[in-house]
């Protein structure tokens, strides 16, 4: 046998072996769904600033202005529609890591948005998120979905959890 077919051989046996492939599995969920959470937010602030100039033409929007629940709409407007992006990807026939790194980013954004409004009670932070995880988790239970989308949801709410504890702010 060659060097080459060897090697060949020892990656399909790596890739066929399901410790490595939930390693390679928990790898590009943590790294791709990291990538994904900092794409979602560029988006987000593209569509709140295309937003806001529309809405500017038609409002006069300052300072002194009282639209305090301007910012919420916005925050919730885009969640509905990366809510609704999601329940399309999930509908898919794609394969479910795929899916279960797509969903870090509904994940990461409903709980950051929660952090966003609730950001003058910690703990209601705290407690609004983890029934939000609960929810989530007790869903994936119900629809007996792989173990990959449990930590794909678990891995975001313990970023974000530490990020906040840490003394980050979104």
């Known amino acids: 046998m060659t060097n080459t077919k060897k090697i060949e051989t020892q990656k399909k046996h790596i890739i066929k072996n399901p410790i490595w492939r939930n390693v390679v ?8 769904g990291f990538i994904l959470f900092n794409v979602t937010f560029l988006f987000d602030a593209a569509y709140q600033g295309i937003v806001r100039r529309i ?16 910012p ?3 925050h ?13 990807v999930l509908r898919t026939k794609w394969r479910p890591l795929i899916k279960a790194i797509f969903i ?3 994940a990461a954004t409903v709980l950051a948005t929660t952090g966003i409004i609730l950001n003058h009670w910690p703990a209601a932070v705290y407690s609004v998120g983890a029934v939000i995880v609960a929810a989530s988790l007790f869903i994936f239970y119900r629809m007996k979905l792989s173990w990959i989308y449990y930590y794909a949801v678990i891995f975001v709410a313990l970023t974000l959890s530490i990020f906040t504890l840490m003394g980050g702010e979104i």
Not at 25 to 32: D, E, G, K, S
Not at 77 to 87: A, E, K, N, P, Y
Request: no cysteine; proline share 5%.
């Open 104 to 106: 870090t980013q509904p």
């Open 55 to 70: 809405v500017m033409i038609f409002i006069q929007m300052g300072p002194e202005s009282n639209f305090y629940w301007f």
């Open 76 to 88: 919730g407007s885009f969640l509905v529609i990366l809510l609704l992006i999601s329940w399309l």
């Open 25 to 32: 599995a928990v790898l590009l969920i943590t790294v791709l």
């Open 72 to 74: 919420i709409v916005m």
